[in-house]
Structures are given as C-alpha cells and as structure tokens.
C-alpha cells in the first residue's frame, strides 16, 4: 500500500486526532492464525494511538498510526524516577455482530485518578473514550470471537522529558495499544493455590496503592517469586502494619463467599444468608472495575455484599468449620478466577473441596454473558462502537 492519505478527525473538539493507516498491515492468513490462539499480551494489533502533553501546551499531536517502536532519550525520566501509569479493558464482540468495549467510562476515570497521584497530568475522560474507540474500530478484524476471547487494550501514560532532575516532568505522552486475548491463565478456569505473603506487602497507607502504576507491579515480582517456589499460582498480599487483613491476589481483587447457615447448622433460609466479603477500599487496594460489577451483579441476586475487613485467621477458621464454601479473584484480564488453596508459613488451608463453586461459576458465567452481549445490559455497562 503506498500513498496512503492521512485523515484528520477529533477525539475533542479541542483535539484533533491525525489519522494514517498502517502501511504494511498483518496479512489476513496470518492474523486468522494468531486470532485462533493468541494467548494473552504476545501479539498486538497493526496500529497505536498516542498523545502528548506539554507544559504550557497542554494535549496536543494525537495520532493514530502504525504500531511501532519507540525511541527514548537515555535521561527519559520515567527509566529513572517512574511516572508511569496505566490501564487495562476489552473489547467484545457482540452475539448480535456489534462490536462493543466494557464500562471504557471508569477506566478513564481511574486513569485520571492515577495520573493525578502521580503528579501527572489527566487525560480528559471524553478524549480516553473517543480514543478507546479510535483504536478499536481501526483495528475492528482483530477482536476475536468465542469463549474468553476479547481485544485486550492497554492505555498508558509515561514522562518523556529528557531531564535527571527529581520533580515532576514537563513532558509525557500517552498512548494506546491492544492486544487479541484469550485466556489470561493457560490452564484456564481451574482453582490457583495462592501465596499469603508474610515477608513483602504490595501498599502501604498514603503510598500508591490505589494507583494503577507499574512500581506496584515491579514491588510484587520478587514475592511472585516466593510463591512460585512453594508451589503456588499466584501471591496475597497482607496488610502492610500487621500482616494479617487480607488485600489483594497479584493485582486482582478478592472475594470471599460466607455460608452463613453453615455457621448456625441450619438449612434452606434465602440468599442474603450468602455473604460474599471483598477487602474495603483504605487507599491501599485498587477499584477493581470487575469487583464494583461483582458487587452489583451480586446485590442483584440478593446476596449480601460486604466490602470490609477480612483477616488470614478469619479465612482459616472458617475454611476449617466449612462456613467459607468459596473465594475467588477478579479482575479485567482474567475475569473471575477461583482460589482452591491457600499456604502460608503457618500451613495450608483448602477452601470446601478445592473446586470451583456454584456461585464463582455462576456470576463468572452471567459476566461473561453481559461483556459478550448474550444477556441484556441492565447498568450501561457495554458501550457500543460504530
């Protein structure tokens, strides 16, 4: 393809977006392909979005072009002093052949959030959306269909200012690139066993933890590490003063399912006698966009949703009297995915019979169903493109 005639169009009215088509596009035959197992983050589609903000000018030369590599000055700021934030959402397929992104409204809002923990400026949220949908519909062949399969899209923001000095930078960009997903874990929809970190924690109180930016990600490898050495999937994280409230699953938010006819040795009773626990917000955890849906959806079907103070003796205790009948993690990259077990110094704990259970399966299911366009939207959650 040659001669290819650049677009102007907008993502604000304030905001022209320049667009020029990639040049040397994946052919058909292989894109077929890797739609057909793309894995998770191994493949990318033929075009990216990016933008930049500089002091004084504020947003400025949007563009969407082909997907290619950067080039940083050695003294970018963000390789020495980490501004950097990012964001993660999928596009669908719909069951009717429209194509539709999930709730792309609160991942800008919590970009926005991120950036101004980091001292960074934010992106306005009807720009974050209009180029959601730039990337999305240039790019419209490579969102798979079927099962767990979705468009993965990464939006993210780094300082570019080529300067050593400790402030914040006069000078970022932002942009967005998407990945053909399938299923996060490769085994699929089996029960983890899990790490309780007792030597790391991942936040502390007035630290980052409620910004989706890489330290977090970077702090935690070493005590993946950890728990891949004792034989497990994945690390918990603690509280960071006493190590002993419940917090996190990798970067995924947790919940924990409570019979409480168990405890009282009775039977029948309705669904509020269900309660599903998620660790509260303290500043330390991140708002999952899945666990706010969790909670709706489980709210819906009349469980009760308590969003507090969960500790590793209360997880034991009630594993061990069968009170706690499941506990599962959630997340955008990998939906819901159930915990079988738990190890920790101090032993191990088996949630029921280590399978996943009914409600894990079911609220995964109806999730799944309303990000694929199989049941009805009840919250405008499915933002629909072209």
């Known amino acids: 393809m040659t001669d290819i005639l650049a677009r102007p169009t907008q993502l ?41 903000w500089t002091r004084g000018v504020g947003w400025h030369n949007a563009l ?30 719909l069951d009717d052949g429209g194509l539709a992104v999930f709730r792309p409204d609160a991942n800008a809002a919590r970009f926005q959030r991120s950036a101004a923990r980091l001292a960074m400026p934010g992106l306005p949220e009807d ?55 399938g299923a996060y874990f490769p085994r699929g929809v089996k029960p983890v066993t899990v790490w309780l970190s007792e030597d790391f924690v991942r936040a502390t109180p007035g630290g980052t933890g409620a ?15 950890q728990a891949a050495a004792q034989g497990c999937d994945q690390v918990v994280w603690l509280d960071a003063v006493e190590r002993s409230a419940v917090e996190e699953m990798g970067g995924m938010n947790l919940f924990f399912v409570i019979d409480h006819r168990r405890t009282h040795g009775r039977r029948g009773g309705d669904p509020s006698d269900i309660e599903l626990v998620t660790p509260e917000l303290t500043g330390t955890l991140l708002a999952g966009i899945t666990r706010d849906a969790l909670i709706t959806l489980a709210r819906e079907h009349e469980y009760a949703v308590s969003e507090r103070r969960i500790t590793v003796a209360e997880w034991r205790d009630r594993a061990a009297d069968g009170s706690l009948t499941e506990v599962f993690a959630c997340g955008t990259a990998a939906v819901i995915t159930p915990i079988g077990k738990a190890r920790s110094n101090g032993g191990e704990i088996t949630i029921a019979d280590g399978e996943p259970g009914p409600i894990t399966t079911a609220l995964r299911e109806e999730l799944l169903a309303i990000q694929h366009g199989t049941v009805a939207d009840r919250h405008g959650w499915i933002h629909r493109i072209g």
């Open 12 to 52: 604000t009215a304030d905001l022209p977006l320049q667009v020029s088509p990639s040049a040397s596009p994946v052919d058909a035959v292989r894109r077929a392909e890797i739609l057909a197992d793309p894995g998770f983050g191994q493949h990318f589609t033929d075009h990216m979005l990016s933008v930049t």
């Open 64 to 93: 969407l072009g082909p997907f290619t590599p950067l080039q940083l000055h050695p003294s970018t700021a963000v390789l020495h002093y980490s501004q950097t934030i990012f964001e993660g959402l999928k596009a669908f397929n």
């Open 127 to 181: 720009a974050f959306v209009a180029a959601v949908e730039a990337l999305v519909s240039i790019d419209r062949a490579w969102v798979p269909s079927g099962g767990d399969r979705s468009l993965y899209l990464r939006p993210f923001m780094f300082a570019t200012e080529a300067y050593l000095g400790v402030r914040p930078a006069h000078e970022y960009l932002c942009l967005f690139i998407a990945s053909p997903s």
């Open 211 to 225: 910004a989706k930016t890489g330290g977090n990600y970077a702090a935690s490898l070493l005590a993946q590490e």
